[in-house]
């Protein structure tokens, strides 16, 4: 609240402290302030809708998002590998494997498993947003969750940077009761996590 906002107020009724409320006033106008300023999620996935739906309406003939399926999506991921920043070694490169390689090499830059990853998260949520139905949603296809897990273990092998599943710690609880019969919860859930922490496929 700006200073002559609170002068405002300062004329009416308010605690011995000299607190003074905001008004319903300037409650209504912050919260339509809020709502109307996306988060930096909200627009990243609206751009990300936008940026797909023009690459069908590039295709030829245009793809009409109604006729889209796995497939298009596939393409896409595909597609959006010559704007990728992550060098990926090729089988025949000497430094295949080698998390950092000496010297720079020809290999080609993809996009990074864990940004496709995110993608397909935003743009299977925002397909539903904009009156796509869940059963058809293309993002959703198993074929899309067997894509990201070939690339993430090719690129895993690739750069030797492996995608190791989290332990985690017994609690204190755990420890003093010997851990017994505890040991199947914490296992699937760090299964489950190793997967992805965006997409959720059923």
């Known amino acids: 609240?700006?200073?002559?906002?609170?002068?405002?107020?300062?004329?009416?009724?308010?605690?011995?402290?000299?607190?003074?409320s905001p008004s319903?006033?300037?409650?209504?106008?912050?919260?339509?302030?809020?709502?109307a300023t996306p988060s930096r999620y909200e627009s990243q996935k609206r751009r990300d809708w936008n940026t797909f739906g023009q690459y069908l309406k590039n295709q030829r003939p245009p793809v009409p998002l109604s006729q889209c399926n796995y497939s298009h999506v596939l393409e896409f991921?595909?597609?959006l590998d010559q704007f990728?920043?992550?060098?990926?070694?090729?089988?025949?490169?000497?430094?295949?494997?080698?998390?950092?390689?000496?010297?720079p090499c020809t290999c080609p830059l993809?996009?990074?498993?864990?940004?496709?990853?995110?993608?397909?998260?935003r743009l299977r949520a925002a397909y539903e947003e904009n009156g796509g139905a869940p059963e058809t949603n293309p993002f959703a296809s198993g074929a899309i969750r067997v894509y990201l897990r070939e690339?993430?273990?090719?690129?895993?092998?690739?750069?030797?940077i492996p995608y190791k599943k989290k332990k985690k710690k017994p609690?204190?609880?755990?420890?003093?009761?010997?851990?017994?019969?505890?040991g199947g919860g914490p296992g699937n859930s760090d299964h489950d996590s190793s997967t992805s922490s965006i997409m959720h496929f059923s």
């Open 151 to 160: 690339v993430r273990e090719c690129q895993a092998k690739a750069r030797g």
């Open 171 to 182: 609690t204190t609880a755990q420890s003093s009761m010997g851990g017994g019969g505890g």
């Open 110 to 121: 993809r996009q990074a498993w864990g940004s496709l990853d995110a993608l397909i998260g």
């Open 84 to 103: 990728g920043k992550t060098k990926v070694h090729l089988q025949g490169c000497m430094f295949y494997g080698q998390p950092e390689p000496p010297a």
């Open 24 to 35: 319903p006033t300037d409650l209504h106008d912050q919260q339509q302030q809020q709502a």
């Open 1 to 20: 609240m700006s200073l002559e906002r609170g002068k405002e107020f300062a004329g009416g009724e308010g605690s011995s402290s000299g607190y003074l």
């Open 77 to 79: 991921l595909r597609y």
